[in-house]
């Protein structure tokens, strides 16, 4: 069974309703016009570009192309995660505490679904490892974005209540713990609550994709379970590790809050 | 006794501060509005980054923990924060608290299930002293301590922190913008200039 393969008319039929929102956006002053032409410009050379990049993958299969794309996906996951934080931990800090949340949750869950789960021959084989590690990278991503951005954006308003409670002797653990929950939860909210409705109300995109690619329903929803589990695990872990480490930068060894680590998305240094 | 020994204090590009509030002393400290008044409680609490040496009685600040030094010396900030539903979950232990403190400030016992959402802002400040007092500090840094209080709750409030650092022997650093409540509650004072300088105001109503 084939997929039907999609022609340039197909596509542009299909950006045609863009351009008729982007019209609409313009008439409602929604001043979108420009992010949705952008972002669609984006997604179309961005994805054409992977495909060409995933057909010479495919055609030589070797680890040391296999850790060069996981890199450049977890650069730009970083910057992405960096992006989407209002207030963000300056300079390269803030870049490893995310990037590195990422790593540690995205790549170690994806290694062990590789090797012990899928145990495919060789374990980095690209047509298993690279849709994977991407829907991996791009979950743990929104989750530990939006907790990083949580924690620090609540530490920002309630400064006055987290020094309160160090002023009467509480330790940065005791003075930031609800926060720091609050944070991890809103990472992980998503993941469960789209976990909770799968089937029900939405079809995940990979099972839709890979039924629409020919496989059977049944293939396609063990995969789904399996990609469901491994999101969740990695958007968990990673939200932790991420908020584990703003904690770290965001109070020192005397447990005083230091919102001076902080910079605003929009200027590089606070004067 | 507990003396407060601060020597070479320096934050954020202020100082060096040295001073000396001998155990059951209470010192002023006058000065404009952002003359750094504030700051300067802030980095004797360890709040601030901070250089310098502070010493309470035999305890150095950098041989202890930052929450144990807090705890030492009692900051009470010219805006109380609260994190919970009611009063009473913001202590460790409502229950250790004596009556004469809370009648003191005008409260009595049922005060522990007020919302803290319903207090006003003079409430809430009475009850942050009550609050600070439980902590047992061995010091008072108080930065206005009466600013949001009528004359009779502010004259109650005077009273019972002059009388908690009498009981203690605490050294007190009490900032205010009230020369007349400065000359009540204490017989010697500081300012802070603008320029963040800290000179010795004399006795008060002493004309040095």
């Known amino acids: 069974m084939h997929v039907k393969p999609l022609t340039p008319a197909d596509l542009a039929l299909a950006a045609s309703l863009l351009v008729l929102l982007g019209l609409l956006s313009w008439r409602l002053r929604l001043g979108l016009a420009k992010n949705l032409a952008i972002a669609a410009a984006r997604t179309t050379v961005q994805l054409l570009l992977i495909g060409h990049i995933l057909r010479l993958l495919f055609a030589h299969v070797h680890i040391v192309y296999m850790a060069l794309i996981s890199l450049v996906m977890l650069i730009a996951a970083g910057r992405e995660v ?56 791009g979950n743990t991503m929104s989750g530990v974005a939006v907790a990083m951005d949580r924690m620090t954006e609540t530490l920002w308003r309630e400064r006055r209540v987290v020094e309160q409670r160090l002023l009467l002797g509480q330790t940065a653990a005791e003075a930031v713990g609800e926060i720091r929950r609050q944070a991890i939860r ?56 991420a908020i584990r480490g703003v904690e770290r930068r965001l109070f020192d060894g005397r447990h005083r809050l230091r919102l001076d680590a902080l910079q605003t998305a929009d200027e590089e240094q606070r004067p | 006794m507990p003396n407060l020994e601060i020597s070479n204090l320096c934050f954020q590009h202020r100082g060096p501060y040295a001073f000396r509030i001998a155990g059951g002393e209470c010192v ?30 035999d305890v150095n600040a950098d041989t202890v923990t930052g929450p144990q030094w807090r705890r030492l010396v009692g900051l009470l900030p010219a805006e109380s924060g609260w994190w919970l539903d009611r009063v009473g979950e913001h202590f460790a232990d409502f229950a250790a608290i004596d009556e004469q403190t809370l009648a003191a400030v005008g409260f009595d016992r049922s005060v522990q299930d007020w919302q803290v959402s319903r207090l006003s802002t003079g409430e809430r400040q009475r009850l942050a002293i009550v609050r600070l007092l439980a902590n047992g500090p061995q010091c008072l840094l108080l930065d206005e301590p009466t600013a949001s209080l009528d004359h009779d709750a502010a004259a109650r409030v005077e ?50």
């Open chain 1, 82 to 137: 960096m992006a989407r934080q209002q207030r963000r931990v300056s300079g390269l800090q803030g870049w490893l505490i995310g990037s590195g949340a990422m790593f540690l949750s995205s790549f170690t869950v994806t290694f062990l679904a590789l090797t012990v789960v899928i145990g495919n021959e060789p374990w980095y084989a690209p047509q298993y490892a690279i849709p994977l590690l991407g829907m991996l990278l």
């Open chain 1, 186 to 241: 809103s990472g992980m909210t998503p993941i469960i609550n789209s976990m909770a409705t799968a089937g029900l109300v939405s079809l995940p995109g990979m099972m839709t994709g890979q039924i629409l690619g020919g496989s059977s329903p049944m293939d396609a929803v063990q995969y789904q379970i399996l990609i469901m589990f491994l999101i969740c695990a990695g958007t968990g872990f990673g939200a932790i590790a």
């Open chain 2, 159 to 208: 009273n019972l922190l002059l009388r908690y650092g009498a009981d203690r022997q605490a050294p007190m650093l009490w900032v205010s913008h009230d020369p007349a409540q400065l000359e009540r509650v204490s017989r010697r004072g500081l300012r802070m200039e603008s320029a963040g300088l800290l000179v010795d105001a004399g006795g008060a109503g002493d004309a040095r």
């Open chain 2, 28 to 57: 002023g400290l006058a000065g404009a509005s952002g003359a750094g008044k504030s700051l300067l409680l802030r980095a004797l609490a360890d709040l601030d980054p901070r250089t310098g040496v502070m010493q309470l009685g």
